[in-house]
């Protein structure tokens, strides 16, 4: 898991919109959502963990896109080979990969292949057992969710801990400028920040398979993260884990 680029580079993707929003994806795994269907968006994402020397793919899916779509509609992606002290959407750094999107009537999935010379062959997620349905891995997930639910209620930072090894482990290779241990404070204080809340009525989960159907998403039936804490001061995002089994053990894998 060598790479043969300077350790303080950073593969990063930067992402312009307008009019729309736009569900990216790196080798099928979910990077981020960024944009509105109204107004300017822009999103600057570290990618270095979700691109594996070699071929990758870059895919996004165009959502939340008035009809007819406002005057200037557009999405913008590009993923760069950036060091330190280069300015963010200035064009810096050396291009991998662009992804441009305008307003197509019946166009919202793009997709781009692209190469890369550096980072390792492959990432714990390539390690996972693929799974037929969704139903399947959820399924074969249960005891691990349950501990899941708990642990995140509770903001047992202690538990994501031991959750997250193979993550951890991508981690330290793909930002080898920051440590292990700081790597699981940064975890940890994230956890701890929301205040622990009662476990709340849950509806069943929709699960939905990524990366190639070897990464489960656990997402609320009406979309979003299934896991979210709503008590005074806790964040909006709720937890968007992406769950594995490696090495007959389950995990969460980003």
């Known amino acids: ?4 680029v300077d350790p303080i580079a950073l593969c990063a993707m930067e992402v312009t919109t307008n009019g729309a929003a736009a569900d990216i994806r790196i080798n099928d795994i979910p990077v981020a959502t960024v944009g509105m269907p109204t107004g300017h968006g822009q999103g600057f ?9 070699g071929a990758n ?5 165009v959502v939340s896109v008035p009809d007819p779509p406002m005057a200037g509609a557009k999405v913008e992606i590009r993923i760069a080979l950036m060091r330190e002290g280069d300015r963010y959407f200035s064009n810096a750094g050396r291009d991998l990969v662009r992804l441009d999107w305008v307003a197509v009537p019946g166009q919202n999935m793009l997709s781009k292949d692209f190469a890369a010379d550096f980072g390792p062959a492959q990432w714990s997620w390539s390690r996972c057992a693929p799974w037929p349905t969704p139903a399947a891995a959820l399924d074969d997930a249960m005891p691990f969710v349950r501990d899941l639910v708990a642990a995140y209620f509770s ?3 202690d538990w994501f801990e031991q959750a997250s090894t193979a993550q ?3 981690m330290i290779v793909a930002f080898p400028a920051l440590s292990e241990a700081e790597q699981k404070e940064q975890i940890a204080t994230a956890i701890r ?3 622990p809340e009662a476990v709340p009525p849950l509806p069943q989960p929709r699960p939905v398979l990524c990366c190639h159907n070897r ?3 656990l997402q609320a039936p009406e979309g979003g993260a299934w896991l979210r804490k709503r008590g005074p001061g806790a964040r909006g995002s709720g937890d968007q884990s992406l ?4 090495d007959g053990r389950w995990q969460i894998i980003r």
């Open 1 to 4: 898991m060598t790479s043969s």
């Open 45 to 53: 994402i570290p990618v270095s963990s979700e691109i594996v020397r």
């Open 57 to 61: 793919q870059l895919s996004a899916r």
């Open 155 to 157: 903001s047992e930072a």
């Open 168 to 170: 951890y482990a991508d």
């Open 193 to 195: 920040s929301d205040p």
């Open 215 to 217: 990464l489960l998403l």
């Open 243 to 246: 769950l594995g089994k490696v």
